[in-house]
């Protein structure tokens, strides 16, 4: 993606500007060696985060084929190969206005909006190759990896294959995230409140065009990482056997909308969700419907989706410490 916030003033001058870097990148060699250094130095102080680590090796253990089993920041020898010409191959196979969704959000005029796409990508599209993406082989029993680090804690990230964008479930499922994430969550309460297991404890959903993933994370010490895996495993289990209470249950709604609600108040971060939703097939519209999708969720369908993605026999155990 390419985003651009200006003044409304500005808009004519912005667009130009915002069509120009989109339709004719000049990635000039001392910024690209600027931006590959900055890369760099981020791979290489990647164990100093083992939090980071371990959720790298959940994704290559969860996918053997499909590319979300890679790092997002890409590893060395790939990175230390890019250079002005590849970029430039890359944009000139990818990135084609003929594929494009356009997000607009601010005082503008929307005919005069149109116009001016029209004038500046009409044309430009030049049928750019798509990427071609494996499709994961069918999962079979657990799967577990572990990495030492020298650190005082052990990062444990227990993980299932999630939910599509475009799964109505998926609502569900970060119900199911809520109840069990934040201060007044299940993981926090039971584990670290309770039975002081956990320095720290999340859980999340992670969608995308393919399945994604719903993890749950902790920081344990060492000696407790039987205890904690199996509190973990047990709070997971009692999703998946017993509703969850109407109170937990409007509490994970309320923080869901209003989220939601909060993360949209910028023009930018509008446009992005518009444009990022139309090209996913969800339609410019769907943040509309986001808070009645949430208050629709009730306990039988907490647990229903529990029982469909929270199955011990399909998940795969990431551990980075001592």
Excluded: C
């Amino acid at each position: 993606s390419v985003r651009g916030e200006f003044l409304s003033k500005h808009f004519a001058r912005a667009f130009d500007l915002f069509a120009e870097v989109l339709l004719e990148p000049a990635f000039p060699e001392g910024e690209v060696q600027r931006e590959r250094a900055v890369q760099l130095q981020a791979i290489a102080s990647r164990d100093d985060k083992p939090s980071t680590v371990a959720f790298e090796q959940l994704a290559r253990t969860m996918y053997q084929v499909h590319p979300y089993r890679l790092p997002m920041l890409g590893e060395r020898a790939t990175v230390e190969a890019l250079n002005p010409d590849r970029l430039r191959a890359f944009h000139a196979r990818h990135v084609d206005p003929a594929g494009m969704v356009l997000g607009v959000v601010g005082d503008v005029d929307a005919d005069e909006v149109v116009k001016r796409a029209r004038a500046a990508f009409s044309g430009a599209g030049r049928g750019g190759a798509r990427l071609e993406v494996p499709q994961e082989p069918p999962w079979k029993g657990r799967r577990e990896a572990k990495h030492t680090l020298k650190k005082a804690q052990t990062h444990l990230v227990l993980g299932f294959p999630g939910a599509r964008v475009t799964d109505r479930w998926r609502r569900a499922l970060d119900v199911v995230s809520t109840v069990l994430s934040g201060q007044s969550g299940r993981l926090f309460l039971e584990l670290r409140d309770k039975l002081s297991l956990a320095y720290s404890v999340s859980s999340m959903s992670v969608e995308g065009i393919d399945p994604g993933y719903f993890a749950v994370y902790m920081g344990t010490s060492p000696e407790k990482v039987e205890t904690a895996l199996a509190g973990m495993r047990r709070e997971l289990q009692r999703l998946r056997e017993e509703d969850v209470s109407e109170a937990e249950l409007s509490r994970a709604r309320e923080h869901l909308i209003g989220v939601h609600e909060i993360g949209l108040q910028r023009n930018g971060a509008r446009a992005a969700t518009m444009a990022l939703d139309a090209l996913y097939g969800l339609g410019a519209e769907a943040y509309l419907r986001y808070a009645e999708e949430v208050s629709q969720v009730d306990a039988r369908a907490v647990r229903e989706v529990a029982e469909r993605v929270l199955d011990f026999e399909t998940s795969a155990l990431s551990v980075v410490g001592p």
